[in-house]
């Protein structure tokens, strides 16, 4: 069994560093997990999954705004949602999905149109692809854990 | 889950878990017992924040650093809502309000209908509430802003996203309350502790979070033993450090007659 630990736990570490290093994960993403404990064991999944929740919803308006059919396009609006993503991608670590919201952002300040729906596209990928990293990562834990091993910290430099 | 338009509901998946720091979850019966709390003069388990963000994420973060850090916490979702908490929605004044216990609010800036700021005037306006540290959060750091608030009355600004050492660095300032402070203060405070505002507090208190309406807390102060002694005045809550004006926005009006509390600007370390 100690040799599958071992693997699992070189894979896990492998994996967080790698997340980090393409700027899918940042600091903010460590401290959420400084919140965790044996009280409270699952608590960065919890709160990622709300934030994918969030990107859902937001993601939505910010299509629904952007929708030419219904009338002239509100910037507002969409800079509103885009304020909001930014704001919970910032608090989870997101990093890559928030660095797409400051551009998002912009372009709706500019009031630019295809920049904007870009962006949109854009973030729509950016969040599905951290999910399903995150997925992957934590069922790394799950086995590790599963075969009997503890999660190793990862430092991160 | 998701917005439910009240408070936050992680609260759910921690009930059942003994969390870190005797927090106040409600205990389960079986496994290991909650602290007695002890009469002692640092009751550090008797801190209840007011926490309001319209981001449901960052109230479910901002609610775990706090627990995390031994206080009880109330999240809303809106200024409305921490009014309405407060009792301080409507002109009629409550008598069981009197004994609501607040320690410290802690805001974000940019709320849709009520901002942190417009939240921030209206506590320092009440009678009850003006002397409880509200501690505004925001994820620009605009000096405009920091300095409007400090104006105002906020005792400190945080950057979001809102780390441990933040809120730990918080919390110590908070933890000294309970330790009457005679002559500790380095500080000639403006107004000492005449404070109006809080109550005996009442230990076993657990606040359901899971209603919306304003909550009060059945008065039971048969054993203020401890910490009966009055909430930290503002100027105690944390010691000033010297601000770096490189930020390229605005430029720091300087008020030299001012009160130490306004002069005393804060932001996370590690800022830029």
Known sequence: MDALISQLQRQFRDYTISLYQQDFLDDQFTELKKLQDDGSPDFVAEVLSLFFEDCVKLISNMARALDQTTGAVDFNTVGASVHQLKGSSSSVGAKRVKALCVSFKDFCEAQNFQGCVRCLQQVDIEYKTLKTKLQDLFNLEKQIIQAGGIVPQVDIN | ?272
């Open chain 2, 1 to 272: 889950m998701g917005r439910d338009g009240g408070v936050s509901c992680l609260r759910r998946a921690e009930m059942n878990m003994m969390s870190v720091g005797g927090i106040e979850s409600t205990p389960a019966p079986a496994p290991a017992p909650a602290p007695a709390p002890a009469p002692a003069p640092l009751d550090l388990d008797e801190v209840h924040v007011l926490a309001v963000d319209d981001s449901l994420v960052d109230r479910i973060v901002i609610e775990r650093l706090l627990r995390i850090t031994s206080c009880k916490v109330t999240a809303v979702d809106s200024g409305w809502r921490a009014l309405e908490f407060l009792g301080l929605d409507n002109d009629k004044a409550s008598a069981q309000l009197d004994r609501l216990k607040v320690d410290l609010i802690i805001t974000d800036y940019c709320m849709p209908g009520m901002t942190g700021y417009e939240l921030l005037k209206k506590i320092k306006e009440s009678s009850n509430f003006r002397e409880v540290p509200v501690v505004i959060m925001s994820s620009e750091n605009v000096l405009t802003r920091i300095d409007r608030c400090l104006e105002e009355g906020a005792q400190d600004f945080l950057l979001k996203p809102v780390k441990l050492a933040d809120v730990k660095r918080l919390r110590s300032h908070l933890a000294t309350k309970d330790v009457k402070l005679s002559n500790g203060n380095k500080r000639k405070l403006p107004e000492d502790s005449d404070s109006v505002i809080i109550t005996p507090p009442s230990p076993s208190l657990t606040i359901s979070t899971e209603s919306s309406p304003p909550l009060t807390i059945s008065p039971d102060s048969s054993d203020s033993s401890s910490s009966s002694s009055p909430p930290l005045s503002p100027v105690e809550m944390f010691s000033s450090s010297p601000i770096d004006n490189d930020e390229d926005d605005d430029v720091l009006t300087s008020s030299p007659e001012e009160s130490p509390i306004r002069r005393q600007k804060m932001r996370s370390p590690g800022l830029d």
